[in-house]
């Protein structure tokens, strides 16, 4: 299963997309919620604790965290910052508790939190950037770094402005991540279970990559280009012909590479990943 996530203000999400596929090979399913035409991110919360498929690998398009390794911790200088990554979905999720819909409204306008974004109207906090940062796009992950290594151009999760920027979508991820409650673990902050279902990081422009798309051609708006990036996976086409929102076009192609990276031993085991590493900032599947 893909999920292509939205950190949009608002109840319903047109950003948010869902498709889930077989071992079978058969072609990917486009998921719809219960009752609506779009998507809610309660919805996907609901749909990841009571109606998920037994042994469901879910791929969540967000970062399930914040840079930590860089200056060993996610708020330098905040005697608060947590110590993990767990402490930082809870913390978030606090903090936000008043929010509506999963959003992290009150988390990026915090009086010590804000200091650490960049926000909207040229507002850019004090400790957006470390002292000496050799660029300007602010503080990255280690898998971060990994995936532009691949040729992506990933964004600072700080950064909260920008049609490409994340920060949102990651920040109210963690809200979500942290009301499952730990029913669902998530790699690598949680160890990989003998079985059951599991949550992921993904990059959907990896597995447009790995489609023989280049990174700066991950998106597909039309049903045509959606069923050539499929074949080169080994997957059939969904059905539909003219053109389709890029989002639901990330969410059945990355459910399609999903099931064809899963296998693979060496993805698991990405060089560098300590353990303090994926107990504080995690891992994007699939990043070399």
Request: proline share 7%; net charge negative; glycine share 10%.
């Amino acid at each position: 299963m893909a999920i292509d996530w939205s950190g949009a203000v608002g109840a319903r999400q047109k950003g948010i997309a869902v498709a889930l596929c077989g071992l079978d090979g058969g072609a990917p399913e486009v998921l719809r919620p219960r009752g609506h035409l779009l998507w809610s991110r309660e919805d996907v919360l609901d749909l990841l604790l009571h109606h998920l498929p037994e042994d469901t690998l879910v791929g969540l398009d967000l970062g399930i965290a914040l840079p930590f390794a860089d200056a060993g911790a996610f708020f330098p200088g905040w005697d608060d910052s947590p110590a993990d990554a767990r402490g930082l979905w809870a913390m978030i999720d606090v903090i936000c508790a008043g929010d509506p819909h999963l959003s992290a409204t009150s988390f990026v306008e915090h009086a010590r939190a804000s200091a650490y974004f960049r926000r909207h109207g040229g507002r850019e906090g004090i400790h957006f950037h470390l002292p000496g940062a050799p660029h300007r796009r602010g503080r990255m992950r280690v898998t971060e770094q990994a995936q532009a290594r691949a040729g992506c151009k990933p964004y600072s999760n700080f950064n909260l402005v920008g049609a490409a920027q994340v920060g949102k979508s990651s920040l109210t991820g963690m809200r979500m991540l942290h009301r499952l409650e730990g029913r669902v673990p998530v790699w690598p902050v949680d160890p990989l279970p003998a079985r059951g279902s599991l949550i992921v990081e993904i990059y959907t422009a990896l597995a447009a990559v790995a489609a023989d798309r280049t990174a700066s051609r991950a998106k597909m708006t039309s049903h045509e280009a959606l069923a050539e990036a499929l074949a080169s996976l080994g997957s059939p086409p969904v059905a539909g012909t003219g053109p389709i929102d890029d989002h639901t076009a990330d969410a059945v192609l990355t459910a399609a590479w999903l099931r064809t990276a899963a296998p693979r031993e060496a993805l698991w085991q990405p060089a560098g990943l300590t353990e303090d590493l994926a107990r504080t900032e995690g891992w994007t599947f699939g990043a070399p």
